[in-house]
């Protein structure tokens, strides 16, 4: 026999001998490691140490169920660890892989640390990074100094990452990026569940798309089917119009959003916020509803007029897709400083910046009160320059505590400057009573008629009466007529029901049919 049978005759030995510790042994109750080949042994003790191996070349190793390949290792017995070197492959369960250029392995522990060109591979997800520590007792892989995560759909970056293999879930800390071919996302912390794509928002976190921008703190977006349920501080801003909400469910194929509690829809196109503890809005048909404490919100300048009602809608013109009309359902009031009113029905045109009421309308402004069937406000520029009342119309403006200038017609269009009422055409059945003054005195009351008639106001008092058609009247001194003669067919002083401040536009209070005793105790006059 030749000496280098009885080399290999020699080293065959060894691997078999249960003292050299190539067998998988127990050490105090757990695993070794067991080497399964390897080109080339060495026992190492006087340049390593004691119960020290070195192998090389197309090495294999196994502890429980994991594999461990490599070019080259240090195996420590006495510690049960290796430290591997060069084109490092370990498979867990035949599912997982981990690539990386250096191991070191804690068989007690069971942990795996790799270095280099780490990659971890399972089914569909690819984590990469250059440090990359396995816990596989507890089944978590983490990365703490940059890492990336990849599946079909998404990429997921960070520079701490906590990858639990069993749950599918993926723990982000520390800049945040999500990049979708359709939008991305930036966060601070994020959980992301690798088999259902979703992504678990629990902090601070934008969505940035070309479409809009969405914000929250806490909620889910499902990365499969472009749905997210947000549910702490969100909005989504797309440009002209921003929907904020307690609660929102957004879906980004459709473009619907639905929010439950504190809804806000905000058009800073055309200075209007709608409010309510629930509504929607559709980004691609631009149709939105507001209802449950339903506000519409109108800017003007440095005043805002508050708009309450059962429901709001806004929704684009069909010939005027770029111009919109917000329609209010039912139990309609509104508060300005300088303008109040109320009615069951309105509608506001983007198209001329007019306002529409029906239904009973009342509007109260600069002491005056206007009633007709049909009310519309015109404003340019933020400012209110003409009322037109359409079909009995009557306005009532008081004199003082005792008496009421009237004026009554089929139309009645009011012009205002510097929104101040300075002048009323009326045209069919034109009626007025006034009472002119000598100083600060009522010297009498004017009551006339005509078809069609002008009234000049100055500093809300009526300063002259034009009566252009088939005019007739006459003048009374004050105490001639009782208080009937000095009231124009349906006079009815509905002072009581004007909405004084913001939150009165929420009591919707029923006008009583009957004509009731004047009451001038709730109304201040300046």
């Known amino acids: 026999m030749n000496s280098e049978n009885l080399l290999f005759l020699f080293l065959f030995s060894l691997l078999l001998a249960p003292s050299a ?54 195996l420590y017995r006495d510690s049960n660890k290796v430290d591997a070197f060069g084109s490092i492959h370990v498979i867990q369960n035949d599912s997982i892989h981990l690539y990386g250029n250096r191991l ?31 816990d596989r007792r507890n089944d978590v892989a983490y990365y703490f100094n940059g890492g990336k995560i990849v599946d079909e759909t998404n990429q997921l970056t960070s520079r701490l990452g906590f990858y639990y293999p069993r749950t599918a879930e993926v723990n982000f800390k520390d800049s945040v990026v999500l990049v979708n071919p359709d939008y ?79 809804m806000a829809l905000e058009d800073t ?33 440095r005043d805002t007029l508050f708009l309450h009602a059962d429901t709001l809608r806004a929704d684009p013109i069909e010939d005027d897709p770029e ?13 300005r400083r300088d303008l109040q009113g109320r009615c069951d029905s309105m509608v506001y045109d983007f198209r001329d910046s007019t306002n529409t009421f029906f239904h009973e309308p009342i509007i109260w ?41 009237q004026i009554k017609g089929n139309l009645m269009t009011g012009f205002f400057r510097d929104n101040q009422l300075y002048r009323i055409d009326v045209d069919g059945n034109g009626q007025t009573v006034y009472y002119p003054k000598d100083r600060e005195y009522v010297i009498g009351v004017n009551r006339a008629e005509s078809s069609k008639l002008t009234i000049f106001l100055n500093e809300r008092k009526v300063e002259t009466i034009i009566l252009r ?45 009957d004509r009731q005793q004047t009451d001038y105790s709730d109304y201040h006059f300046e």
């Open 365 to 405: 402004a600069q002491g005056n009160q206007m009633t007709a069937n049909k009310i519309k406000l015109y404003t340019r520029e933020k400012t209110l320059y003409k009322a037109e009342m359409i079909d009995n119309a009557f306005l009532i403006a008081p004199e003082d505590t005792l008496h009421f200038n």
């Open 184 to 262: 991305k996302m930036y966060s601070d912390t994020l959980k992301y569940f690798t088999k259902t794509e979703v992504v678990e928002i629990v902090g601070p976190t934008d969505i940035v798309s070309d479409q809009n921008t969405i914000y929250s703190e806490l909620g889910f977006y499902n990365t499969k089917t472009d749905i997210a349920h947000l549910l702490k501080n969100n909005y989504i801003d797309g440009g002209e119009q921003t929907l904020r909400g307690d609660t929102i469910y957004y879906d980004r194929n459709n473009g619907f959003g639905e929010v439950f509690s504190a």
């Open 323 to 335: 111009n919109k009309l917000v329609r209010a359902f039912h139990h309609v009031q509104f508060y």
């Open 104 to 134: 070191h392995y804690d068989g007690d522990e069971e942990l795996a640390k790799v270095r280099e060109n780490v990659k971890l591979v399972n089914k569909k997800v690819v984590l990469t990074t250059e440090f990359l520590d396995y």
């Open 269 to 301: 196109a055309n200075n209007v916020i709608i409010t309510g503890d629930y509504g929607y809005y559709n980004e691609k048909t631009e149709n939105a509803l507001a209802t449950k404490r339903a506000v519409l919100k109108q800017v003007y300048g």
């Open 21 to 74: 510790g190539f067998a998988q042994q127990k050490k105090e109750g757990k695993s070794t490691i067991l080497i399964e080949y390897a080109d080339f042994l060495e026992g190492a003790e006087k340049r390593l140490g004691k119960n020290v191996q070195a192998l090389k070349g197309d090495v294999k190793m196994r502890h429980l169920n994991t594999e461990m390949f490599c070019d080259s290792a240090i």
């Open 469 to 513: 058609t088939q005019p007739s009247g006459n003048m009374n001194p004050p105490l001639v007529l009782d208080e009937e003669s000095t009231r124009l067919d349906g006079f009815l002083w509905l002072e009581k029901y004007r909405p004084q401040e913001y939150e009165a536009i929420f009591d919707f209070m029923t006008i009583e049919e």
